[in-house]
């Protein structure tokens, strides 16, 4: 090829690619076929052999769970989709707008569209040669944190010309993440019409296995509770959601929390530090069923304050580790 004939090359930027879990396209048992297959085929999120796992899976979970599941997002989905999508939409427009012209800010989904390794080609198109990935997951889990990895690098395994990438470290203990949960949780709490006898963290559950084989993610869980209930002045309890399955999982559940204390005829106030934005998980699983259970057993008042989605004081969060983790790049 003769130098006159070189395709055009974009200037040089720096991207920030932030990643979340990931979502079905739509709230039909199709769509949610589609998902549960590409997400419980993880290796890292089930630790089943492949050989006694997927006859399971195929024959079993995703002839049975996909309508169930549809029927659960189909509560929480809006206008714009699922809640999932469209908050990280918006967590990555109002990032880019406080990062400006001189950052690329995209986003991807760990399991669905878009897809990892197609945001990361189309910053590449746009001249990006740094990337960061952030994924959105504030204490680390192989499960979640460790599988984006994977799928960069995956990803980048078949590129000729690679760019440069860097992973945003978890966030657990970091002053910036826990003054952004303070001051969401405190807001939360001032607009209540009643004082919560009990405020609940709840976080996804994991295998108790993981924390045998040395998965840090429990004991960040708990760092996080405890900080954040030494910023805010008062006991935060931690429970453990979303269980699959017949293994022991990290306890105490959050379902069993919140029966419990319905029973003894107390006011909750419940919320997800784990999650960057808000979701099946949260929306159903906790603010629609968790509130139901609650009621039925007994409880008088229940509240669930929302996740920091693209709040002021989540936005100044990820600002300020996103800014820390491109210092040397620009």
């Known amino acids: 090829m003769r130098t006159g004939d070189h395709p055009a090359i974009p200037e040089a930027r720096t991207g920030v690619l932030l990643v979340n879990l990931g979502t079905p396209d739509a709230p039909t048992a199709s769509a949610v076929r589609r998902y549960l297959a590409q997400f419980l085929s993880d290796r890292r999120v089930v630790e089943i052999p492949a050989l006694l796992w997927q006859p399971i899976l195929r024959g079993v979970i995703l002839t049975v769970r996909p309508r ?5 997002y189909a509560q929480v989905w809006t206008e714009q989709g699922s809640p999932l999508a469209a908050i990280t939409k918006r967590q990555t427009e109002a990032l880019q707008r406080l990062m400006g012209d001189d950052v690329r800010v995209a986003h991807a989904m760990r399991y669905g569209q878009p897809e990892i390794g197609s945001a990361i080609d189309a910053l590449m198109a746009g001249g990006c040669r740094r990337i960061l990935v952030a994924p959105l997951y504030p204490q680390y889990c192989a499960a979640t944190t460790a599988t984006v990895v994977d799928a960069a690098n995956a990803h980048l395994a078949t590129l000729r010309w690679q760019p440069t990438l860097r992973f945003l470290p978890p966030y657990p203990d ?5 003054e952004a949960l303070q001051a969401s ?13 009990a405020i609940i963290a709840s976080f996804h ?3 108790e296995r993981t924390l045998r084989l040395g998965d ?7 760092k996080t509770a405890r900080l954040l209930s030494e910023a805010i002045g008062r006991p935060v309890e931690v429970a453990f959601q979303s269980r699959f399955g017949r293994a022991k999982w990290l306890e105490p559940a959050t379902d069993v929390t919140l029966e419990r204390l319905g029973r003894e005829g107390r006011s909750v106030a419940i919320f997800a530090p784990g999650f960057a934005a808000d979701c099946l998980e949260t929306l159903e699983e906790i603010a629609i069923r968790g509130r139901e259970q609650f009621v039925a057993a007994g409880g008088r008042n229940f509240a669930y304050l929302p996740c920091l989605n693209d709040s002021a004081p989540g936005m100044a969060m990820l600002e300020t580790l996103v800014r820390r983790e491109l210092a040397g790049w620009r």
């Open 68 to 72: 169930k599941s549809a029927h659960a």
């Open 174 to 178: 970091d002053a910036a993440y826990i």
């Open 185 to 197: 949780l405190e807001q939360g709490l001032e607009a209540l019409d009643f004082v919560p006898d």
């Open 205 to 207: 559950g994991m295998p």
């Open 216 to 222: 840090p993610y429990h004991c960040q869980c708990r």
